[in-house]
Every structure is written in structure tokens, then in C-alpha cells.
């Protein structure tokens, strides 16, 4: 359990820093995904992304 939960914690911080480039792409703008904006700052948390993209990734993996 703790592996999966150090996984998406890991995915959630990489998608967040990489938000502006693949904002470009549609990533980051799902449903699902949540925008915070306080005191001039806007933190972005991309759930649905981050599913997303494991998925996407699984299925390349086991393609592979």
C-alpha cells in the first residue's frame, strides 16, 4: 500500500511541475482535476490526470 500511495504522490508532484507544458496538450484540464487559488498563488492537483496517464502508461508497459 505504501508503495502505491509514494507512486501517485510522486506522479501528483511531477504532473503539477510539468503543468504548463502539458497544459498545451489538454493534461491538466480534465474533470477531475483540481485548481486552488489562494493569496495570488494557484496550486494544481491533477487527479484525473494522473489516472489518465498511468493508464496510459500501464497499457504501454505491458504492450512493451
Known amino acids: ?3 502505491w500511495m509514494f507512486t501517485i ?4 508532484c511531477v504532473l503539477s511541475a510539468a503543468a504548463p ?3 498545451k ?3 491538466g ?3 477531475g482535476d483540481v ?4 493569496r495570488g ?3 494544481v492537483f491533477p487527479f484525473a490526470s494522473t489516472v489518465l496517464l498511468s493508464l496510459v502508461f500501464n497499457l ?4 512493451l
Open 9 to 12: 504522490f510522486f506522479a501528483i
Open 21 to 23: 507544458w502539458l497544459a
Open 1 to 3: 500500500m505504501f508503495r
Open 25 to 27: 496538450l489538454g493534461i
Open 35 to 38: 485548481r486552488l487559488r489562494w
Open 41 to 43: 498563488k494557484e496550486m
Open 60 to 63: 504501454l508497459i505491458r504492450l
Open 29 to 31: 484540464r480534465l474533470p
